[in-house]
């Protein structure tokens, strides 16, 4: 199964992104795993430094939303990219904690792709198929 692909002329001058996962635990933290990988490659990222946060939601876009900007917010401040995530979900569904294992980003060291600017509610959506999920999110570049 594959984590996640990158969607081509779904989105003018953004990035969509579309994440796979037997749960949705899954499928968010491979969705986080598209968008640092658009950064910088994730065989380059070694884990090194661990950082755990949480975050809610009033549903699970909201989340989803909350999530991907809770990583922007830590690449913008802490300068950290992450290459595994684990993520679980409080029973009510509207709030996740997060396991990252990741390094500082350094131009010396990593390759670097693309900027992300912010995240978007553009084109949203989170299905279950069968007893897949898969996420689709769009990042402004």
């Not at 009033?58 to 917010?73: P, Q, R």
């Not at 950290?80 to 679980?88: C, E, P, R």
Request: overall charge negative; some cysteine.
């Amino acid at each position: 199964m594959k984590r996640y692909e990158y969607l081509e002329n779904e989105a003018t001058a953004d990035l969509a992104v579309r994440s796979y996962g037997s749960d949705l635990q899954e499928a968010f933290a491979n969705m986080a795993l598209g968008m640092f990988n658009v950064i910088t490659p994730l065989e380059g990222i070694e884990r090194k430094v661990e950082k755990v946060f949480s975050v809610r939601g009033e549903d699970l876009g909201e989340l989803l939303y909350n999530f991907l900007e809770e990583f922007l917010y830590i690449i913008d401040v802490e300068n950290l990219v992450f290459s595994d995530i684990q993520v679980k979900f409080t029973e009510d569904m509207q709030g996740l904690t997060t396991m990252c294992l990741g390094e500082l980003l350094d131009v010396n060291h990593h390759q670097i792709g693309i900027e992300i600017k912010a995240i978007t509610y553009h084109m949203m959506s989170i299905q279950k198929s069968g007893d897949m999920w898969s996420i689709t999110a769009v990042f402004d570049i």
